[in-house]
């Protein structure tokens, strides 16, 4: 983002302290004031532990073009200083404004999971056409989103934005601020039951992004679970007085749903209803995958993605790591490592990739435990354990307290030696390390906190 000092206190309603100042260029915003500066806006926030306030006047020693400051922290530092009442609100009202004037049209990604993979895909399909700009990694929250947004070049055709969230009204929140032309939810899941105590809750937090929607906005979302569309219909839930909707999934009443679907080395083919014969083929397993290509090419089709640029942009997906990353080492072991996150819907479908595979001589998961799942969060994890059969994978161990529940479930199907519970990650590693062999496919999946890429990295790395 360029604009001068004045421009971006009229953009985010600021009051700029010193007439001088008033031409001075900004080259873009940071909020973290470890970050670089040349020529840029501070803008601090305050944290829980820290106020970047305090930091201010450093910034502005380091060569940052200006600072943002809130009213109630006192006298400002001598400098290029825009006034605010909130310095959050004025990061998101200035986000606001720079991506209305740049005329880019916006698809917003929201759902339980998939959000990142969809978005990286969605990048991939249009970046074949149109100038496009994604958020970096996970920037998906209320301070991540305008971040996201500033951050864009000005040329940009098309910004494709995360939405995540842990409560109720933040999506919404951020659905106002990007206003998207197309929305898309990728699932609702149980992610967040912690905080939001029901699947309908979490489906109402999702759905919070139609409220953001463009009048005439193409909404795209999972219709496999009739929960969406019966929030859809709910009179509280706030929409455009016009929209178009498009469903896809596994359920044969969506407009788009995979008709085949093939394994093949490091991949999968697929064809859809939308599809027609044609084939498709992405460079990841997993029909979760599928599913969220099958999202990703509604996108494309509404921007007018030509057929062949669809395939290229399929088949060259360059996902954000440990999303079901297929690794090798040196020890030859097949790992894949999803330690990047998990809810349970996100852990049947990582098991569903595993017990597709085909040519390796045993399956084994080492799931971990899944956090913030709330008071029946025993329950899930036994309910994991009920899924896993011997048809689907020959071997189980489980890391954490949580997951021992996992192995309780497991024992209704599978036999007991082929079920091993570790609370200590060392051991579990060298058991591994001593049983498994480059004839055999590891899954490694649990919720971030779990840490499980140490496992996966361990099990790959060291002979
Ligand atoms: P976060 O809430 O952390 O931003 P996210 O929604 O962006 O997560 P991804 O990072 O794309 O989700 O994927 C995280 C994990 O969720 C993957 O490793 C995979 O196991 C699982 N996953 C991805 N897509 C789906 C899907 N459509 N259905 C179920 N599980 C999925
Ligand atoms: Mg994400």
């Known amino acids: 983002m360029k604009r001068t000092l004045y421009q971006i206190a009229q953009m985010c309603g600021g009051t700029l302290l010193r007439d001088q ?34 930091y201010a006047a450093e910034c502005l020693a380091a060569g940052a073009a200006g600072i943002m400051w809130q009213n109630d922290h006192g006298t400002p530092p ?44 969605v990048y991939s399909l249009l970046s074949t056409t149109f100038k496009v700009h994604k958020t970096q990694g996970n920037f998906n929250n209320h301070i991540g989103l305008p971040l996201t947004i500033l951050d864009m070049p000005q040329d940009t055709q098309i910004a494709i934005l995360e939405m995540g969230m ?23 899941g149980e992610a967040h039951l912690l905080q939001l ?21 193409l909404l795209i979302y999972n219709g496999d679970d009739s929960l ?22 596994m359920n044969q009443t969506n407009n788009d749903f995979p008709t085949g679907i093939t394994n093949h080395a490091g991949g999968m083919i697929f064809t859809s209803v939308s599809l027609g014969e044609e084939a498709m083929q992405i460079p990841l397993i997993g029909q979760h995958n599928v599913i969220n290509s099958l999202a990703a090419l509604a996108v494309a089709r509404h921007y007018g993605v030509s057929h062949d640029d669809m395939h290229k942009g399929l ?13 090798k080492g040196v020890s030859g072991i097949t790992v894949l490592n999803d330690a990047y996150n998990a809810s349970p819907t996100a852990m049947k479908a990582a098991v ?26 025993e329950e899930l994890h036994e309910e994991i354990g009920h899924y896993l059969t011997p048809a689907k994978l ?10 021992s529940n996992i192995a309780k479930g497991a024992l209704r199907n599978m036999p007991s030696h082929a079920v091993h519970a570790f609370e200590d990650k060392a051991a579990l590693i060298a058991h591994l390390k001593a049983t498994m062999t480059p004839r055999d496919v590891v899954l490694v999946k649990a919720s971030r906190g779990m840490k499980l890429e140490e496992v996966a990295n361990a099990l790959i790395n060291e002979p």
Do not use: C, W
């Open 21 to 54: 100042d008033s031409e001075l260029n900004i080259n873009g915003v940071y909020t973290d004031s470890r970050k670089t500066v040349e020529g840029r806006l501070f803008v601090p926030l305050a944290g829980e532990r820290f106020d970047g306030h305090e």
């Open 78 to 121: 001598e400098g290029p200083v825009i006034l605010v009442e909130d310095t959050l609100l004025a990061l998101q009202e200035l986000s606001a404004a720079y991506l209305r004037e740049s005329g880019a049209s916006v698809v917003a990604i929201t759902g339980s999971n998939g959000k990142t993979t969809t978005k990286d895909m």
């Open 166 to 188: 842990s409560g109720r009204h933040e999506i919404e929140r951020l659905a106002e601020i990007a206003r998207p032309d197309v929305a898309v939810i990728t699932n609702i």
């Open 197 to 217: 105590g029901s699947r309908e809750e979490i489906a109402r937090a999702k759905l919070e992004i139609v409220s953001g929607l463009k009048n005439d906005g």
């Open 228 to 249: 969406a569309d019966r929030v859809l219909a709910e009179p509280s839930t706030k929409k455009p007085k016009e929209f178009k909707r498009f469903t896809f999934g």
């Open 315 to 327: 088949a060259e997906v360059k996902l954000t790591g440990m999303r079901i990353e297929v690794m």
């Open 352 to 377: 569903d990739a595993l017990s597709g595979l085909a040519g390796y001589e045993r399956k084994a998961a080492v799931l971990g435990d899944m956090l913030e799942l709330g008071p029946r969060e």
């Open 394 to 403: 020959d071997l189980v161990f489980t890391y954490g307290s949580l997951s």
